[in-house]
């Protein structure tokens, strides 16, 4: 959540929640989160575990340029 | 950092409260915290606004503002709050940044870093990150799954 919230500061059209699995258990199961931290983008693509600043940001910058428009896992 | 649930008097101890003190001195502009509850609680709504009320005891430079979900309804949709407990970091803007649910363990650093982080106006990321959030020109929601241990 640490970078999340960073990159929130940064840029106003990014949104950065963390949301406790285990008080939210409905969402969490559908967004399938079975290990944490998992980071869910715009409700599709998502990032599994901590990944380091330069890749976390890649893999969001991926999950919402429309020319690497995958579903996501 | 935070003691379990079956605590009623405080949640945070007395010398962890010493170091959270020490380290919120970093604060540079006021930060207020957005609670948001809902009377019909969920078991750990109570906890949360605890917590984050002993936060905001513990710096002068940061405010605490109550609401109800179910009752002010103008003010859950200003912040997109859409399930409680919800707890927005702000300092005189809001820039997107939640806690949903209790922000303890693990999450409680980071609970303190976002006051930080938004004290300060500063998110403390390399260069090239802040280069590329800036090409950012559409909205992107992040929604992280988090446990407190």
Redesign the interface.
Known sequence: ????????????????????????PD??AL?R?YA????????EGSIEGSLP??FF?DA??KA?TPAADEPGA | MVKGREQHMGLIRDDDATEIRERLKEMVNPVRLIHFTQELNLEYGRETRQLVEEVAGLSDKIGVEVYNLLLDKERAAEYGVDKVPATIVRNGKDHGIKFYGIPAGYEFSTFLDAILNVSKGDSGLKPDSREKLATVTQPVHLEVFVTPT
Do not use: H, K, W
């Open positions: 959540m640490r970078l999340a919230q960073c990159f929130a500061l940064e840029n106003d059209l990014i949104r950065a929640d963390a949301i406790e699995a285990s008080e939210f969402l969490a967004y989160v944490v931290p998992r980071t869910v983008i715009n409700g600043e330069d940001l969001v910058l919402v």
